[in-house]
Nanobody, 125 residues
């Protein structure tokens, strides 16, 4: 059974840092595009970042560029999202997802086949 599990969310003050992790079971994450998305209350799910499969290409939303960074640990079958300089507007439920789509579609949530349950990030001002 394929499962993705996010962890690492929590409450942090503005300017602080958190690291989210996405651990896979039943699939090898390095063989998939691993995307991070977030959804704030009353808003649509939005793309945050992606790590392309089988390589090191990473892409970030403009709103997090320079503050967030993706890393991977193939031995642990985990992809992490390091979030620095957090802002109150980063508050959301964060999801990781796995997909096999072409590079031009890595920002599109509907192109990901497998999703985790999400982990809450709350940034206080």
């Amino acid at each position: 059974q394929i499962q993705l599990a996010e962890s690492g969310g929590g409450l942090v003050q503005a300017g602080g840092s958190l690291t989210l992790s996405c651990t896979g079971s039943g699939l090898t994450l390095s063989r998939y595009n691993i995307g991070w998305f977030r959804q704030a209350p009353g808003k649509e799910r939005e793309f945050v970042a992606v790590l392309r499969r089988n390589g090191g290409y990473m892409h970030y939303a403009d709103s997090v560029e320079g503050r967030f960074a993706i890393s991977k640990d193939n031995a642990k079958n985990t992809v992490s999202l390091l979030m620095n300089a957090l802002k109150p507007e980063d508050t959301a439920l964060y999801f990781c997802a796995a997909g096999s789509q072409v590079m031009s579609a890595v920002r599109e949530s509907e192109m990901y086949a497998h999703w985790g349950q999400g982990t809450q990030v709350t940034v206080s001002s």
